[in-house]
């Protein structure tokens, strides 16, 4: 956590002991949650992880902090994320370096490592998080939770980023949990250009029965010859022998869900992104983000419009393999264990020009879900000889998120996990 607001959340705890004595039914009345530095909340501060970040307070709030605070969750801190998000571990110069609570030498990853790393210390239950390239997902792998990516248009926002790339949520310890906040934050939202078709039914009630038979493709290397470890790979094909096993066909399939044809275009979408953060000062940002800065201002308006059709049609020809080739796509979440804590940073600080291998290992297996919008989830379901959670991933087809979380939670009853608890955590 890299703020507090203790009184205010005191009060409003205070408030949700008298809602509850009134009968009041709001599905999290009363539970504390923190709030994603990337993300404004009236009255609060926001840094975006930089020193760069606008002074004062928001006047605003997003969209999903009014829905959380709706659903009776108790607004209370702010969790660390790496500056401006655009890296895969919760570490920037402003407040240094957040750590993996099972193990204090590795990351939580990132851009949610903060909201990751204090729901898996015990400190809360749940905690917001978004994702535009795997900012849920891989936190989630990396700290032994659950972490549900909604699909483009599902959860409102003020306006989309990255053309509806990013996506609001939250790391949970149980797939009942994630259900329950997607019922509360989703849309349709009549003010919004884009919005997902209505579910056929609330997505909690989705845990309570297993899917019917489902064709699952596995993918257990990353593409274009990254290096996947072994644990990642052997966490993957575990979970496909459990599949087998509750009734489901799996076979192999390869899917780009990083290649020489996106990479570009979506680096650009990420570049173009920066427009989201307002107030900030640039000359006071970290070399990376300085040079991306940079990047974005000397592309054209017609490099981002090419770049957002080259994905759009991308898209459109990879999703078309959900439900002719397969019905869910199975994969680690990501092609690495967490890194070591502080290296990518300073690795990326080091090349402020050159990606950095462990961020691209990490979404080399996550971005591709941001691109077409695909619902997509990362489940606790491995751990290594030594006890360092490995995430693995389900993607579904358009706006399926029930065939997914019913599928979650299937695998959620066959291979429990929500008991399990980092060495440092406390119990809540």
């Not at 990255?162 to 609001?168: C, K, M, Q, R």
């Not at 090419?306 to 199975?330: I, M, Q």
Request: glycine residues 10%; negative net charge.
């Amino acid at each position: 956590m890299i703020w507090r607001n203790d009184e205010d959340a005191r009060s409003a705890a205070v408030e949700a002991d008298r809602r509850l004595a009134a009968g009041d039914h709001a599905p999290f009345l009363g539970v504390p949650l923190p709030i994603k530095d990337l993300t404004p909340v009236a009255g609060w501060p926001v840094s975006y992880g930089s020193r760069g970040g606008p002074p004062g307070v928001s006047e605003q709030s997003e969209l999903v902090v009014d829905a959380l605070r709706d659903a009776g969750f108790v607004l209370c801190a702010r969790t660390n994320t790496p500056e401006f998000g655009v890296i895969t571990v919760a570490e920037n110069s402003r407040y240094g370096i957040t750590r993996n609570p099972w193990d204090t030498n590795r990351s939580p990853g990132g851009s949610s490592g903060g909201a990751a790393a204090t729901v898996a210390a015990g400190m809360f239950p749940i905690a917001h998080a978004n994702d535009g390239g795997g900012s849920i997902r891989i936190p989630a792998s990396y700290c032994g939770l659950v972490g549900l990516k909604p699909s483009r248009g599902r959860v409102p926002r003020l306006a989309q980023s990255w053309l509806g790339a990013v996506v609001e949520g939250v790391v949970a310890r149980t797939v009942a949990d994630s259900a329950t906040v997607l019922d509360t934050i989703a849309g349709p939202d009549p003010l919004a250009w884009y919005n997902a078709p209505a579910a056929a039914r609330p997505f909690a009630e989705e845990t309570a029965a297993p899917p019917e038979a489902l064709r699952i493709g596995l993918m257990a290397q990353a593409p274009l010859g990254i290096p996947t470890d072994e644990s990642c790979t052997a966490a993957a094909r575990a979970a496909a022998a459990t599949l087998e096993q509750l009734g489901h066909t799996v076979s192999e399939v390869e899917v780009p869900t990083i290649s020489e044809e996106m990479v570009p275009s979506f680096i650009m979408l990420t570049q173009g992104g920066l427009a989201d953060y307002d107030g900030v000062d640039w000359s006071a940002v970290e070399p990376h983000i300085a040079h991306q800065r940079r990047l974005s201002s000397e592309s054209g308006a017609y490099d981002y419009v090419l770049a957002a059709r080259n994905l759009e049609l991308l898209s459109r020809r990879e999703v078309a393999r959900w439900g002719r080739d397969f019905d869910v796509l199975l994969t680690p979440t990501s092609a690495i264990l967490p890194p070591q804590a502080g290296a990518v940073l300073e690795a990326q600080h080091a090349t402020p020009d050159q990606p950095v291998f462990d961020v691209v290992a990490s979404v080399s297996f996550t971005a591709f879900g941001n691109v077409t919008g695909l619902p997509a989830a990362s489940l606790p379901l491995h751990w290594t000889d030594e006890g360092v959670p490995v995430g693995v991933q389900l993607v579904a087809g358009p706006w399926q998120e029930g065939t997914l979380i019913a599928l979650a939670a299937q695998l959620e009853r066959a291979l429990p996990w929500a008991e399990r608890r980092a060495p440092l955590a406390q119990v809540v």
